[in-house]
């Protein structure tokens, strides 16, 4: 398995574009997390899946930021429209088992809002 | 109640030498205390873990050290070498994992 894909790898954006960050999580795993990383907050979970189904987007700052997981193998992060403090590192990881097993994260979006 | 405090945010560390990070959570609840390394370009990777029913955990050179009754958990890396270099992050939780802000280590060759 190629582990966590993610892309695009980089993004560079206007304020006020939409911008979709996809992830595709290892087959067989059935929890799927969205994180954030800045050197200021370090990693933030922004939303996560069970089975397809979102189960806690408590961490989601705005409601500019949405998520979906269409079916077991694809999901996305939409953010509408972007803002220059939206600039992040964001990371996908999957478990095969639940939160309280290994996370298998993905090499991450850069993102840039200019 | 759900934030996981870790520290030193920063830690330089001579090669051969013990390397310490420390972290503390609030919520009794949390029953799995992960450690996550990440290196630069990378996502980060699990490291070693630990639950609630035991005090220390070891692995190689990476030793867990768990205090239940003061909410503390730390990391030691015993014999630090170049490679080790890296951030790190604690992460506690039960239904979902919060993690701490990360620590940069630094070996010095």
């Known amino acids: 398995d190629a582990g966590v894909i993610q892309s695009p790898r980089h993004e560079v954006t206007e304020m006020g574009q939409e911008v979709t960050l996809r992830c595709k999580p290892i087959?067989?795993?059935?929890?799927l997390f969205w994180y954030r990383q800045t050197m200021m907050r370090g990693l933030e979970l922004l939303i996560y899946f069970n089975n397809n189904v979102p189960i806690d987007d408590s961490g989601m700052p705005e409601d500019r930021f949405s998520a979906k997981m269409p079916n077991a193998s694809f999901s996305t992060l939409k953010i509408q429209p972007s803002e220059p403090r939206d600039s992040a590192v964001y990371f996908c990881?999957?478990?095969?088992?639940?939160?309280?097993?290994?996370?298998?994260f993905g090499q991450g979006t850069r993102l840039t809002v200019v | 109640q759900q934030q996981v405090k870790q520290s030193p945010q920063s830690l330089i560390v001579q090669k051969g030498g013990i390397s310490i990070i420390n972290c503390a959570y609030e919520?009794?609840?949390?029953?799995?205390f992960p450690w996550y390394q990440q290196f630069p370009g990378k996502g980060p990777a699990l490291l070693i873990a630990?639950?609630?029913?035991?005090s220390e955990k070891k692995e190689g050179r990476f030793t867990i050290s768990f205090n239940k009754s003061a909410k503390q958990f730390s990391l030691h890396i015993m014999d630090s070498q170049p490679g080790d270099s890296a951030t790190y992050f604690c992460a506690a939780g039960d239904d979902k994992i919060i993690f701490g802000k990360g620590t940069r280590l630094h070996i010095l060759p």
């Open positions: 087959s067989g795993h059935n929890s």
């Open positions: 919520n009794t609840a949390f029953d799995y």
């Open positions: 990881a999957s478990h095969w088992g639940g939160p309280k097993t290994e996370a298998f």
């Open positions: 630990i639950r609630p029913d035991v």
